[in-house]
Nanobody, 122 residues
């Protein structure tokens, strides 16, 4: 399984970014595709997750109303639209998958990709 993230960058507070994660080598049937982030000095946290069917999502409280997770199964691509970014969103973002349903306790079951760095300046 290969997971490759892209779309990060440096943005001012209030700005937007759209992250992408292309996967290969697994259909991820019955898996929740998940965005994680890890900031320096902090542990990895689940940012957002979407069920295999696409009918169920989970968002961390800190990003609700600002981030939107979506996916294109035909293109094996996961997205994270991030609006109204804040300095506390600064982190390395990575995608992975765990068994449904989407929830805060998801862990990555597959090899991690390189991630994409998001830096938000104040």
């Amino acid at each position: 399984v290969y997971l490759v993230e892209s779309g990060g960058g440096l943005v001012q507070a209030g700005g937007s970014l759209r992250l992408s994660c292309v996967s290969s080598g697994h259909t991820f049937s019955n898996y929740a595709m998940t965005w994680f982030r890890e900031a320096p000095g902090k542990g990895r946290e689940v940012v957002a997750a979407i069920s295999w069917s696409g009918n169920s999502t989970y968002y961390a409280d800190s990003v609700k109303g600002r981030f939107t997770i979506s996916k294109d199964n035909a293109k094996s691509t996961l997205f994270l639209q991030m609006n109204d970014l804040k300095p506390e969103d600064t982190a390395m973002y990575r995608c992975n998958a765990d068994r449904d349903p989407p929830r805060s306790t998801l862990v990555g079951r597959f090899a991690w990709g390189p991630g994409t760095q998001v830096t938000v300046s104040s």
